[in-house]
């Protein structure tokens, strides 16, 4: 039976949960409707709860709601979340990113798998990231790319021989091939190749557990940290764990001259002492992330630089005629050497314009508000305000690219206006890509390599243009067909 002193407590536990409840009530609608976040325009839901968005970011579709419906609705600026806004603005981006580089915002420790597991990409930390670049950094150096070239092009070999079998199996009308795949398989291989000492041999054998596991874990991350009630319901993959120990326990048993590949900068940088060691948890974590950037984010743009050169007939024509007088020495089946191909006016002019059109960095660069409320292009942002910035906007706006924006003209990059402050294509500031020389290396062997040796004819009736975007941008079929030859 009840006491008078437990009817009271429970009536004062009562009390005290329905005016807590009523003040997040009151503090949400506030923040919502009337805070200084309230005169920027975006979804009414939005502005009271960061689920939306969460919701789209676990389907994929985020970019899509970004670029199809925020931006066209409601401008350069948007709500996205209670605090957080989405920004397509030049001077604003820049003011952030660029010249004060402002935290990271918290969103990118969704992708960890605990919340004390930073990695170079996933830390809030700017301190730590700075310690974890400056670590890492020599993996990435232009020398040290340059050294993994003959490993690249051992994968792109296997990709040129791949098709020209097809090609040899199919009838005089050329082999229908999935390029979307086949890019993505090379990729892969190649980030084996120059960053764990072996294949994943996607392209011979057409799978491997290890790249679909890494997608599987990441979006188990996500549900994980973006709705905490799941984490008992939402296991870790032990299969990553187990393969990345076994592949550091390899390594570390090896005697002699070891292969100076990416994981053994890794392991090397790892074995300084305090702050400086690396776990084999850290190198675990590291190695997955090297596996999304390294590859994804290569074969995203390297398969629209091709797609947008067998959708432009005149282009294409341009850098064939370019590689065909450079390398007139050079036989069609040996791949180019990049020494020669870094230099190429028309192909380089491809490459950029595709990252302007089809940039990987789709939307990033997060940051979050310092300690004060800060105006910024005579736009106020409160203390704790998460900007988002639009690179994809930025790159499709004609405000700062001209009408023909949505046009493929790889030619605009030969003038002497090209706003190259609205053009992101690897991020900026103190938090850029660190693997960009290395993705800049593999399309230009990629790309060189395929159209000197093949003709390809795109087949209508697909569409290139339906992305999806968890923490890379991917088609959303995963596959995209073409007609291919041996060039005569």
């Known amino acids: 039976m009840a006491t008078p002193y437990v009817d009271n ?18 503090r949400t609608v506030y923040v919502a409707f009337f805070g200084p976040l309230s005169k920027i325009p975006g979804p009414k839901l939005s502005a009271l709860s960061a689920i939306p968005l969460l919701f789209k970011g676990t389907k994929g579709k985020r970019w899509h709601w970004y670029q199809r419906e925020l931006r066209p609705k409601y401008g350069k600026i948007v709500r996205i979340g ?80 791949k098709i020209d079998s097809l090609i040899q199996e199919s009838s005089p009308n050329g082999a229908v091939i999935d390029l979307y795949r ?28 290890l790249p679909k596991e890494v997608m599987v874990e990441l979006s188990r991350r996500v549900l994980r940290n973006g709705f905490p009630i799941l984490k008992p319901f939402v296991k870790s993959n032990r299969y990553l764990y187990d393969f990345s120990s076994e592949l550091i326990r390899r390594r570390r048993q090896e005697v002699g001259a070891r292969r100076k590949d990416i994981l053994q900068i890794i392991l090397d940088a790892g074995e300084g002492e305090g702050e400086e060691a690396l776990t084999d948890v850290d190198i675990y974590e590291q190695i997955i992330e090297f596996i999304i950037g390294g590859s994804d984010t290569t074969s995203f743009s390297t398969f629209f630089a091709l797609i947008m050169l067998l959708t432009h007939p005149s282009k294409l024509h341009k850098i064939i005629e370019e590689l065909d007088n450079e390398f ?65 906007a930025l790159h499709h706006s004609a405000e700062y690219w001209g009408e023909n924006v949505n046009e493929f003209i790889p030619e605009r990059w030969f003038n002497d206006d090209i706003p190259h402050d609205a053009f992101y294509p690897f991020s900026a500031g103190s938090r850029n890509c660190i693997g960009q020389n290395f993705a800049l290396l593999e399309m230009r062997l990629i ?42």
């Open 9 to 26: 407590a429970v009536k004062t536990i009562g009390i005290i949960s329905v005016i807590l409840f009523l003040k997040y009530i009151f």
């Open 82 to 161: 209670p605090d957080m806004v989405l920004v397509s603005d030049r001077d604003i981006v820049k003011q952030i990113i660029v010249k004060e580089d402002w935290p990271k915002g918290e969103f990118y420790g969704m992708y960890r798998a605990a919340p004390h597991l930073h990695t170079l990409f996933s830390t809030t930390d700017k301190a730590f990231h700075k310690q974890r670049r400056r670590l890492l950094a020599p993996a990435f150096s232009i020398k040290y790319i340059q050294s993994l070239e003959p490993y690249m092009a051992m994968c792109i070999r296997n990709l040129n021989d």
């Open 182 to 209: 086949m890019i993505v398989n090379t990729t892969l291989d190649s980030i084996g190749e120059t960053a764990f000492g072996s294949s994943f041999n996607m392209i011979r054998e057409g799978d491997h557990p």
């Open 328 to 392: 007139v020495d050079l036989p069609r089946n040996e791949l180019p050497n990049h020494g020669r191909l870094k230099n190429l006016p028309y192909l380089n002019a491809v490459i950029n314009e595709t990252l302007r059109l089809w940039p990987i960095t789709l939307d990033g660069g997060s940051g979050r508000s310092p300690t004060e409320d800060r105006i910024v292009n005579g736009v106020l942002f409160p203390k704790g305000t998460l900007i988002v910035a639009n690179y994809y």
């Open 447 to 488: 790309i060189s390599s395929l159209l000197r040796r093949f003709k390809f004819e795109d087949i209508p009736g697909q569409d290139y243009s339906d992305i999806v975007q968890y923490l890379t941008p991917s088609l959303a079929k995963d596959e995209y067909h073409v007609r291919a030859w041996n060039r005569p």
